[in-house]
């Protein structure tokens, strides 16, 4: 089965009732975890931004808390998981702010982790990539936030 356009899905979507766009709203969080998510963010916690980014910091620290330290090669492998969630959380919000501040946190949590990533060349450019995609997306907020998230930025360099 090919899929429809998103042009075709919308024009459908807008001849359909109510109660037909609700049992696919449901229909469609069946089947995906991450239609479930989105859904979730767009109906309880699009409205409280702030929120939203404390619950997935949370959920990172929980994350980081459960990291196994013992070799650099499991830690890549869970530091990978909670950058996918993370960026997961972002596509989710689609707010540039959301984005840096999870996006620091996470480099945050990084730069504190021991045994320390600066050992091990995978993680350090793991970190150096995620800051360079950081000050990417700062230079695209309004000035003031630019000055505030440039010091945190600034901060965390190794």
Known sequence: MKAASLREIKSELSHSTKEELLALCLHLSKFKKENKELMTYLLFEANNEEGFVET???????????INTQSYFYMKKTIRKVLRVIKT??????????????LLYFCECLK?????????????????????????KVALLHEDLQY???????DLKL
């Open 56 to 66: 997935v910091k949370a959920e990172v620290d929980e994350l980081f808390i459960h």
């Open 89 to 102: 959380n972002i596509r989710y919000s689609k707010n540039k702010e959301t984005e840096v501040e999870l």
């Open 112 to 136: 504190e982790l021991r045994p320390s990533i600066k050992y091990n060349m995978l993680l350090k450019n793991l970190f150096k990539r995620e800051l360079v995609s950081i000050e990417k």
């Open 148 to 154: 505030d998230y440039q010091q945190a930025i600034d």
